[in-house]
């Protein structure tokens, strides 16, 4: 009967304020930008921002100094091990790590727990993001087959997936959920396979030694996850030290990020019903100071903190707890770093940058378009009734916005003479394929509309 009364009140309360946490003044900060980190085209508009200050850095007369900042060396040395690199290194070799992370679990999330589980809706992602790599990269090859940017075709197999999230938003909802399902999907799909590309085509020498460490050290994460330990800390800490071993290992450090992310698991600690008993627990106390001290009822409070947080999979609540982190501070960083070029090349840097724009703008729209319209034509994958062609071409379109990750290969692919072509040509098909992948949704809205 109490547990009833108490319930009822909790019910009605809850209409009120009184169910609520309490507010401090604190909150009129952090409400509203909690409400920010929650739209995530945001990250978008930021990673924008940080772009074109680059940009604006290096052609000012600070050029220089702005150049300078990143060739800073940042480390410590350990005996005969030197752990130093410039601080440019640091953000792409370390930093990114937290980015292909995040990847990871958003594509083993979509696997298991999203759009992805269903074979036909997946394929037709997976045939669009196999497409998008092959015909750029091949569009590339032929433009510069025999020629000094030849190792560079990676660099025009990527998508970004901020930047082409935030275009779909600026049209709301005058696309279909089908179409953001698609396009999250390949983008996924996509950066996974440039990641690929980056460990078997843009590695060093490798070291069976650290190769061998570095297996047994996930060992040791997967026994970890077997035994129970739920600490995320302990994890991270192990996580930094596969990592070290990745590195010296020859392979690009950022693969760590990679494993460990598809490694993580999907079910979670808590179920559902258990979740409920202990929270009925905690309803059953009456009003009262008894929370307080170390007592039999703080005991209870405590196992449904825990319950409440572990009622997610491990790879739900590293996904919410690391995504503003990268779409506010991790790729904003890297944008900051990479995308300050001069806006004037040379003639051997020009031909690079015509390659790599064609590859995006024209490769890019054409291989997702038809690798999509054979799947579907061989009864391989599963088009959504609500998902014209026309909208198929332009998400082709946005694909071509290779921003993050491409600039990401290209660091590995060229050398400092050509650099700056490559990621002038990144930058001019982002804008152009935005742009245009834009237009092209819109009328393919209006005239889904008008049917």
């Not at 997946?122 to 497409?131: D, E, F, I, K, N």
């Not at 579907?376 to 026309?390: Q, R, T």
Request: net charge positive; glycine share 8%.
């Amino acid at each position: 009967m109490r547990i009833k009364k108490l319930t009822n009140w909790l019910v009605a309360e809850s209409r009120g304020h009184a169910a609520q946490l309490p507010q401090s003044p604190v909150d009129w900060l952090t409400h509203p930008l909690g409400r920010f980190f929650k739209i995530e085209a945001a990250a978008g508009l930021v990673l924008l921002f940080f772009t074109l200050l680059a940009l604006c850095l290096a052609n000012s007369p600070l050029a220089s100094d702005f150049a300078q900042l990143w060739r800073i060396s940042i480390g410590i040395n350990i005996g005969d091990m030197s752990f130093k690199r410039s601080l440019h290194a640091w953000i792409n070799d370390a930093v990114m790590t937290l980015f292909f992370f995040l990847i990871a679990l958003e594509l083993k999330r979509e696997l298991v727990l999203g759009e992805l589980r269903k074979p036909r809706l997946a394929l037709l992602s997976v045939s669009a993001a196999a497409g998008g790599m092959l015909v750029p990269a091949g569009i590339y090859i032929l433009f510069q087959f025999g020629e000094s940017g030849q190792h560079g075709w990676g660099t025009v197999m990527a998508t970004d997936t901020a930047f082409v999230i935030g275009c779909l938003a600026l049209l709301g909802q005058r696309i279909p959920k089908s179409l953001r399902v698609f396009m999250l999907s390949l983008a996924i799909v996509d950066d996974l396979g440039a990641i690929i590309v980056v460990a078997l085509g843009y590695g060093k020498q490798l070291d069976a030694f650290y190769i061998v460490a570095a297996l047994s050290g996930l060992a040791v994460i997967k026994a970890m996850s077997m035994m129970g330990i739920r600490s995320i800390a302990l994890f991270f800490i192990a996580g930094g030290a596969i990592w070290l071993l990745v590195d010296a290992s020859g392979l690009h450090p950022t693969v760590t990020g990679v494993v460990l992310g598809l490694m993580t698991p999907t079910t979670k600690w808590v179920s559902d019903d258990r979740l409920h008993s202990i929270m009925d627990s905690v309803v059953a106390y009456p009003l009262g100071d008894h929370w307080t001290g170390n007592s039999i009822d703080q005991k209870v409070l405590k196992t449904a903190e825990a319950a409440a947080r572990e009622v997610l999979s491990p790879v739900e609540r590293l996904e919410l707890m690391l995504h503003p982190w990268v779409g506010f501070v991790v790729m904003p960083l890297f944008a900051f770093a990479n995308a300050g070029i001069p806006l004037f090349i040379n003639d051997s840097s020009s031909a690079i940058a015509l390659a790599v724009f064609i590859g995006f703008v024209v490769g890019k729209p054409a291989g997702i378009f038809l690798f999509s319209w054979f799947a579907v034509k061989l009864k391989l994958a599963l088009l959504p009734a609500d998902l014209p062609w026309l909208m198929i071409a332009g998400a082709g379109m946005l694909a071509g916005i290779g921003f993050t990750m491409a600039m990401f290969i290209a660091n590995l692919a060229y050398s400092a003479e050509h650099l700056n072509g490559a990621k002038l040509g990144i930058l001019s098909a982002s804008v152009f394929c935005a742009l245009v992948g834009i237009i092209v949704l819109v009328f393919a809205t209006d005239k889904a509309k008008h049917k």
